[in-house]
């Protein structure tokens, strides 16, 4: 079992960054895969980014250029960089480990979700 915690969450307004935290238990962290999704109110939960262990990422189109992952193995967190934010950006963040793939069928853990506002 892997513990999934984030943190980081808050209420800013448009144009401000906040980074998001996810903090992992096991000793196995440089093996996983991991993901960023965000779920709006009345909304699917969609995928933000992934971060592969070979140091490799990838981003929805909405954030790219916007977001950034990146991880401390030391720490065993993955931190999600959000600049210049949108009121579009709204939403519950969630970390998770994926499985066989990142997409919303494939993940192995979740965290518990932080909640970002953006006001404009």
């Known amino acids: 079992q892997v513990h999934v915690a984030e943190s980081g969450g808050g209420l800013v307004q448009a144009g401000a960054s906040l980074r998001l935290s996810c903090a992992f238990s096991?000793?196995?962290?440089?093996?996983?895969?991991v993901a960023w999704f965000r779920q709006a109110p009345g909304k699917e939960r969609e995928f933000v980014g992934a971060g592969w262990n070979s140091g490799l990422t990838d981003y929805a189109d909405s954030v790219k250029g916007r977001f950034t992952i990146s991880r401390d193995h030391a720490k065993n967190t993955v931190y999600l960089q959000m600049n210049n934010l949108k009121p579009e950006d709204t939403a519950v963040y969630y970390c998770?480990?994926?499985?066989?793939?990142?997409?919303?069928?494939?993940?192995?853990?979740w965290g518990q979700g932080t909640q970002v506002t953006v006001s404009s």
């Open positions: 096991g000793r196995t962290f440089s093996f996983y895969d």
């Open positions: 998770a480990v994926c499985g066989t793939g990142c997409s919303v069928e494939d993940i192995r853990y």
